[in-house]
Structure formats: C-alpha cells, structure tokens
C-alpha cells in the first residue's frame, strides 16, 4: 500500500513569488492533515479535513496560506505571496478515522523563502 | 495553554546502553499519546500510540509507557540503526497532535 506522498520533496523561490505544494493521502483515508516545522521550532498544526471539507483550520498562520481538498481525494497548500517567515518543512498527514487514529505522515515538502 | 516537553534535547549512547526519553504533558482533552521516530529527511514514522495511564506497548527494542503526566519510551539495548530524532505528540478532542520538539538520540558502536 502507498504511503502519503508530496510534492515537491523541495521548492526554492523569491519573496513574493507563489508556492503550490501538494499531498497525496493513502487510500482511503479521509482525514488529511497539514503540519509545518520552521527552523529550530517543533511540528505544529496547520489544518484538518475530512473529505473535502475544512474541519479545523485554526493552525493557518494568515490569509496568504489557502488549502484546498477538491473532491476528497488529493490536497493542495498555496502561499501566496511568499514572505521569508514561510521557509520551513510542509508536512502532510492523513488517518482513517479520526477519531484517535493514527496519523501517518508523508516525507513533507522542505520551502525555501529567499 | 497545551505543553508537550521532551527530554533531553539530545542522548548519545554506546551500543548495548539502555536508556530512556521523557516526554511531559499538559494538555486538557487528551486523547491519545503518540511516539514517532523521524530519520533525516524525512516525515515521522509511527511508532506507538498510548491511550490512557498505566498502558505498555513494545516493539522490538523500544517500550513506551505513560502516566497521567509523562510518558517514557524505554530503549534496551540499542543498536547505531536506532539512532534518529523521537518525537512525542499528544492528540487533543479535534484531532489534531500538539508536538514536543523531540530528543535526537545517537547510537555508537
């Protein structure tokens, strides 16, 4: 069975410019999850859906982050316009249920803010 | 405010050494209590979940236990393969994992 995947594994882009980075959930699995570790900070939370639906988003940091799940299946976190703050790894999670499942994790997209 | 701790920052060990990593907590609502490992590069890899004080699990060389406070996660005997940053996470009512910033533990042969 295929894990979560992302892509990209890396993106390097000017301040101001705009980021799509995308996540792949495994099969099945409705609840996807987006989390962010900038440098030298733990993992935090960014937001949850289940299926195509925002179920928590209180972890977005301003309104230049938008995510989208169009369809329930793959989702999409846009920046725009990138700020140098942004730089950081972008994981992605999902679970099967939510309700304490396990959250597997992708091997995150690391954002470089020049 | 929700508070997941890790100790140490970081362990080193020879082969063979047994140890333990801290992870402490407050956070109203838990859930569940998970320990994850993460290599260089890439995302964290499940390890264990924990539901409520006094449970045990294990796998291989590793056991993770907790407390109404604090969970442990006992390695015997560790190998350089063992070597990687643990990760505690807590879930709260909402789903999402409060993380702690880790231990990175390094195995010499």
């Known amino acids: 069975e295929a894990g979560v995947t992302q892509f990209p594994s890396h993106s390097v882009i000017e301040k101001g410019q705009t980021v799509t980075l995308r996540c792949d959930p495994i099969?099945?699995?409705?609840?996807l999850y987006w989390y962010r570790r900038v440098m030298g900070k733990e993992i935090k939370f960014l937001l949850h859906?289940?299926?195509?639906?925002?179920?928590?988003e209180s972890g977005m940091p301003n309104n230049r982050f938008l995510a989208e799940r169009t369809g329930g299946t793959y989702s999409t976190l846009k920046v725009q316009p990138a700020e140098l703050e942004d730089s950081g790894v972008y994981f992605c999670?999902?679970?099967?249920?939510?309700?304490?499942?396990?959250?597997?994790f992708g091997p995150g997209t690391r954002l470089t803010v020049l | 405010e929700d508070q997941v701790t890790q100790s140490p920052e970081a362990l080193r060990l020879q082969e063979g050494e047994s140890s333990s990593l801290n992870c402490s907590y407050t956070?109203?609502?838990?859930?569940?209590l998970f320990w994850y490992r993460q290599d260089p590069g890439k995302g964290p890899e499940f390890l264990f979940t924990?539901?409520?004080a006094g449970e045990e699990k294990e796998k291989e060389r590793l056991k993770a236990t907790l407390t109404k406070k604090e969970s442990f996660l006992h390695i015997t005997a560790p190998k350089p393969e063992d070597s990687a940053t643990y990760l505690c996470?807590?879930?709260?009512?909402?789903?999402?994992?409060?993380f702690g910033a880790g231990t990175i533990l390094r195995v010499k042969s």
């Open positions: 999670a999902s679970s099967q249920d939510a309700l304490v499942d396990t959250q597997y």
């Open positions: 099969s099945g699995h409705d609840n």
């Open positions: 859906f289940v299926k195509e639906s925002k179920q928590d």
């Open positions: 956070v109203s609502g838990l859930r569940g």
């Open positions: 924990l539901y409520s």
């Open positions: 996470a807590v879930q709260k009512y909402g789903n999402k994992l409060v």
